[in-house]
């Protein structure tokens, strides 16, 4: 089992739609968890980090499920903009992290 | 403000060839890391280094070295280069917030080895 795992869709959805994605990951040790953004052919940006409470920044919610290990992403109203690749990242325990190999995400007008 | 800078941007190489790629980062953060992307794969980390003078090994290590050689500059060297490096190769630093630790990424590398 790969230490972090996620859909590779793509997802295609129209504007407006919301959409979610789940990372599953099986450290179960690892306390850092983050969302990263990768347009094609550049470099990944971070996106928003994920807490155990959950979070929110504007469109985007993160959620964390500790007890099923996973983490999730919800795009609200989504944007034409909003295209790219969505990777998941977990703490190795090293002040490393594994990097999930992405989730391909299109909004169609 | 140029956070994390790689150069070069494109490498064409010959098998058999040696290259370094540099790395640089201006937000005076300790750890740095090596990944390199293939196509479906995801990032996979290469080599680290927690701090100026300590690297580690990390997923894919073999046919690679690393130099931290001060706090700003994390460099990644082939030696011999085969087909099977042809990928595109990023750099990142990080340091901890709020016990987090946040990467930060270059534009990367992209190498070609014929």
């Known amino acids: 089992r790969k230490e972090v795992e996620q859909d590779p869709g793509p997802f295609n959805v129209p504007e407006g739609a919301t959409v979610a994605f789940n990372c599953t990951y099986s450290?179960?040790?690892?306390?850092?968890f983050f969302w990263y953004r990768q347009d094609c052919r550049k470099e990944p940006k971070l996106l928003m980090s994920?807490?155990?409470s959950g979070n929110e920044d504007g469109r985007f919610t993160a959620q964390l499920n500790r007890a099923s290990q996973y983490i999730s992403l919800l795009i609200r109203d989504s944007k034409l903009s909003d295209s790219a690749t969505y990777l998941c990242a977990v703490d190795t325990g090293r002040r490393a992290l594994t990097f999930g190999s992405g989730t391909r995400l299109q909004v169609q007008p | 403000n140029a956070g994390v800078t790689q150069t070069p941007k494109f490498q064409v190489l010959k098998t058999g060839q040696s290259m370094t790629l540099q790395c640089a980062q201006d937000m005076n953060h300790n750890s740095m890391y090596w990944y390199r992307q293939d196509p479906g794969m995801g990032l996979r980390l290469i080599y680290y280094?927690?701090?100026?003078?300590?690297?580690d090994k990390g997923e894919v290590p073999n046919g690679y070295n690393v130099s931290r050689l001060n706090k700003r500059e994390f460099s990644l060297r082939l030696e011999s280069a085969a087909p099977s490096q042809t990928s595109v190769y990023f750099c990142?630093?990080?340091?901890?917030?709020?016990?987090?630790?946040?990467?930060?990424f270059g534009a990367g590398t992209r190498l070609s080895v014929l």
């Open positions: 280094s927690a701090s100026e003078g300590t690297t």
């Open positions: 450290n179960s040790a690892s306390q850092s």
């Open positions: 990142a630093s990080s340091e901890a917030g709020a016990g987090r630790w946040i990467q930060y």
């Open positions: 994920v807490y155990s």
